[in-house]
């Protein structure tokens, strides 16, 4: 599965659209976020991305889950969000 990784500058129309375009794919999509600006863009690109997908008749659902990850050989601690239709 392929992960979406956000940061605090990612432009949350433009991750939406890449969510709805993995949906579409593969039914699931997996976002990951380091840090509080990046989950912001996250939280935001889901709720747009919710209402791209709509006019389809999907409804989306987003499961947050804490995740490690290894950042310049260093273990941080990623919020991920699967996100698929309900």
């Given amino acids: 599965m392929e992960i979406l990784k956000v940061s605090a500058k990612s432009q949350p ?7 709805a375009a993995v ?3 593969n ?7 380091v840090g509080a ?3 912001n863009q ?5 709720a747009i991305a919710r209402g791209y997908v709509a006019p389809n008749g ?4 987003a ?17 991920k969000f699967i ?3 309900r």
């Fill in 37 to 39: 600006g990046a989950i």
């Fill in 58 to 61: 999907i409804d989306l659902v």
């Fill in 42 to 46: 996250a939280v935001k690109a889901i």
């Fill in 63 to 79: 499961i947050p889950a804490f995740s490690e990850i290894e950042i310049d050989g260093e273990t941080r601690t990623a919020i």
């Fill in 13 to 19: 129309k433009a991750v939406a659209g890449a969510i």
């Fill in 83 to 85: 996100v698929e239709p």
């Fill in 23 to 25: 949906l579409r794919e």
């Fill in 27 to 33: 039914s699931t999509a997996e976002i990951q976020a």
